[in-house]
């Protein structure tokens, strides 16, 4: 049975786009043969590239402006290296840069701890702003976060000594024995 636009009219909001004087893709659809190429704006020059900056290996060079403030570095920087080493529609590529931020936030509080600076966590997260406007969820968010802590801790501290399981004790006959083997 093949859907019909009646089908959908009790949707608020379908069909809002057929209307062909209302169609967004009207610039596109009346191009001139000028425009062969679907551009007509001349391209900017090519930034200096001074640093390292990663692209995607699906695209032949690079954009002409590059954001180059913070080049890969340590562990991160590595991570980003191998993760555009695949292409852009495989989880190869963007879990590794999930990681990747993930290890970089770290890398950035190891850092400012070696220069002497104390990072003040609590505002870098909005804490103060969270405090203000959502005191339920921040309280959640911080007893959600303490009960994990809490339970990792007593797992890693129980996880060396099991009880119920006694280290076997030996007596002098069973290394004489083991001596005559």
Do not use: C
């Not at 786009?17 to 209302?22: E, F, G, Q, R």
């Not at 970089?104 to 400012?112: K, M, P, Q, S």
């Not at 070696?114 to 921040?138: F, V």
């Not at 959640?140 to 009880?163: E, M, N, R």
């Amino acid at each position: 049975m093949k859907k019909t636009a009646e089908d959908f009219a009790h949707i608020p909001g379908w069909g809002i786009d057929a209307d062909p004087k209302n169609d967004p893709t009207y610039p596109n659809r009346h191009r001139t043969g000028e425009e062969h190429d679907g551009r007509s704006w001349i391209r900017p020059t090519q930034q200096v590239l001074d640093r390292e900056v990663l692209h995607s290996i699906e695209r032949p060079n690079y954009t002409a402006v590059v954001g180059n403030s913070v080049p890969p570095s340590g562990l991160s920087g590595w991570i980003r290296r191998f993760a555009f080493k695949y292409s852009e529609n495989e989880y190869l590529h963007w879990l590794p840069l999930v990681a990747a931020d993930k290890i970089n936030v770290v890398e950035g509080l190891i850092d400012d701890l070696m220069h002497g600076t104390l990072p003040n966590i609590w505002a870098e997260k909005g804490y103060n702003s969270e405090w203000k406007h959502d005191k339920k969820g921040l309280i959640t968010k911080l007893a959600t976060v303490a009960a994990i802590t809490a339970g990792l801790v007593y797992l890693l501290a129980s996880s060396g000594s099991k009880p119920g399981k006694k280290a076997k004790k030996y007596n002098k006959r069973d290394y004489d024995r083991v001596n005559q083997l």
